[in-house]
């Protein structure tokens, strides 16, 4: 059975930082595409930056020069470090991974982790 586990949010003030993590736990057998999604009250899920297994990423236009996406292969984890932050930041933020476990290639999805950025 695969978990993706977040953790790492908080209330931050504006100007603050925090980092995410997501560790990605079971029976995996690769880790292709890794990223980070958010979704604030009343609006649609958004993603903010994903990393291929080979370090490429992409970011939100939102977030360019501001949150950093990477991850660490032998854990099976990624993070996010998200510094300037602003009250626009504030949403669940959930991991999702495109992994093979089982002989399966699915996309899963963690339970999110809430990140509050307020003064």
């Known amino acids: 059975q695969v978990q993706l586990v977040e953790s790492g949010g908080a209330l931050a003030q504006p100007g603050g930082s925090l980092r995410l993590s997501c560790a990605a736990s079971?029976?995996?057998?690769?880790?292709?595409?890794m990223g980070w999604y958010r979704q604030a009250p009343g609006k649609q899920r958004e993603m903010v930056a994903s990393?291929?297994?080979?370090?490429?990423?992409n970011y939100a236009d939102s977030v360019k020069g501001r949150f950093t996406i990477s991850r660490d292969n032998g854990k099976n984890t990624a993070y996010l470090q998200m510094n300037s932050l602003k009250p626009d930041d504030t949403a669940v933020y959930y991991c999702n991974a495109a992994l093979t476990a089982a002989w399966l290639k699915r996309t899963y999805w963690g339970q999110g982790t809430q990140v509050t950025v307020s003064s």
């Open positions: 990393i291929t297994s080979g370090g490429d990423t």
């Open positions: 079971g029976n995996i057998f690769s880790i292709a595409t």
